[in-house]
């Protein structure tokens, strides 16, 4: 499908905004421009880029009637106000994750996307790894048998030392929960993807490991380093740098995953296992290409990542042959490539291959819930239906 007569504005300048910019570009999408939180450091990056244009704000992009799609890679604060904003002028809408701070905003969220008849997307884009559909295509033909159990971690350490700052760890930007909210919010939505059940309950245990943090004044960018000659500010923490958390699923599969970004040594290491009453599944995020199969008779088996022998539903997300290692850049333009199929069309499709808004107001449901569970040392359920925080 050609996507080039379609244009798009990327709001938010940093890690992940250039990740929607490149991604974008290799979709022959037009990146017609981008906001950011300074016209000056806008201007900077889209120097870099080679884009033609910084808008001064949102509004003015909104006020673009040549622009089809808002990208939304800013911080988690931002996402209602913006998203809502670019429905009501009429824009398709990509969010980033987590789609809002509480259930009351992604609520809210959901309800203007539904009203608006548009395009919308949650960039809960580590779903795209080929070898995750893979997955997910297995356990729903029934290769595993029934899913009963379900273990993981995702760990990382750009956030081991005192000096280690980004908005993710001021609240009023990121909300309360940090990083179960930013990156434990992608394992335990893809647990949900892979085994086609959803989350009921959580028992989960918070931990703030690095309790007084020092960082500059300005913005720091996400894995980047503070300059040494700064002064820096002193600050408590409340966030969480870790956590454990315990999950049933609706058919009584249970589940165990471990969140943390001060693991020293882990970059970004993320690792999924579904024990079946047949056979398992393991994947490992650095190692995208390869599914382990796991059996209780027979040898055990790698499926390497081929479009030729893929299920459909992984083969269509490959760009390139077997052997060619797809990774994280790739799982924002299989993502995209889904998304930006209804967007030619103008509407959502009634099945949409991606992760709505309402995949999204799931997901801080279930966030939410650990944030419950922890506060009240229990099992909580997850709020659905209706009830918001």
Known sequence: MVFASTRAVVVGVGFVGVAHIEALRRLGVEVAGVVGSS?????????RAG????????????ADDSIDVIHIATPNHLHVVQATAALAAGKHVVCEKPLGVSTAETAAMVAAADQSGLVNAVCFNL????????AAAMVARGDVGTPRFVTGSYLQDW?????????????????????????GSHWLDLAQFVTGRRIVEVMADLHTLVPVRRHPAGPVEKFAAAGSDETLIEEEMTSDDAASIMLRFEDGARGLVAVSQVAAGHKNSLTIEVDGSAAALAWLSEEPDRL???????????????????????????????????????????????????????????????????????????????????????WVPVHRGGTTT
């Open 39 to 47: 016209p000056q450091r806008a201007r900077a990056k889209a120097e």
């Open 51 to 62: 884009l033609p244009r910084v808008y001064e704000d949102l509004a003015e992009a909104l």
């Open 127 to 134: 779903r795209f790894y080929p070898s995750c559909h893979q």
């Open 159 to 183: 956030l081991l030392l005192p000096t280690d700052w980004n908005w993710r760890l001021a609240p009023a930007q990121a909300g309360e929960l940090r990083a179960v909210a930013d990156i």
């Open 292 to 378: 382990w199969i796991g059996h209780r008779g027979r040898p055990n088996e790698v499926l390497h990542r081929d479009p030729t022998m893929a299920a459909p539903e992984a083969a269509r997300l490959m760009a390139y042959p077997a052997g060619h290692v797809e990774g994280y850049a790739d799982t924002f333009r299989a993502l995209f490539q889904q998304v930006y199929g209804d967007v030619v069309k103008g509407a959502p499709s009634p099945h949409p291959t991606y992760p709505t808004f309402a995949d999204g107001d799931d997901a801080v449901r279930v966030t939410d819930a650990v944030t419950r569970s922890s506060a009240q040392r229990r």
